[in-house]
């Protein structure tokens, strides 16, 4: 089941903050995240999720991985509001936060993202957060969280 994806009238961040760049290693999680779905790469030989992706895996070496779906439920394992504008174009965006996101279905998998819908002094750790999609460009399609239930 795709993730509902969201069209702010104003983005999260400004869209040519995405431009990727994308390599044979990460260019399947990209292609699925475009399609709307959150996918994470696993070792074929001992099930090990890892992300971001990598050519081999950390744990036993095997190079055979495949692309697991992901609901995209989980909890902020930790967070980080952003005060100082490290870009002229992000200017007019600070505050934000950056959530690191601890995945239930994906073996501890933690994934970086934004936390939409919430005050940065209303996040907590912990916290249920749930997967939506901001498409930033017709070629940039981004996984966002929000709290659960949101």
Not at 23 to 31: C, L, M, N
Request: proline residues 11%.
């Amino acid at each position: 089941m795709a993730r509902e994806t969201i069209s702010n009238p104003t983005p999260y961040m400004p869209a040519d903050l995405a431009e990727l760049a994308p390599d044979g290693v990460t260019q399947p999680y990209w292609d699925h995240c475009n399609q709307g779905e959150l996918r994470i790469q696993r070792c074929k030989a001992c099930g090990t999720f890892r992300h971001p992706p990598l050519p081999g895996c950390p744990d036993c070496g095997a190079r055979d991985d495949e692309w697991v779906r992901s609901e995209g439920k989980g909890r902020v394992f930790s967070f980080s509001g952003v005060y100082h504008p490290v870009l002229p174009n992000v200017a007019e965006y600070v505050p934000y936060n950056v959530v690191l996101v601890q995945l239930a279905d994906a073996g501890g998998v933690r994934i970086i993202s934004n936390l939409l819908g919430v005050a940065l002094g209303d996040i907590e750790i912990g916290m249920p957060v749930e997967l939506v999609w901001e498409r930033v460009s017709p070629d940039v399609n981004l996984p966002r969280f929000r709290p659960a239930g949101g």
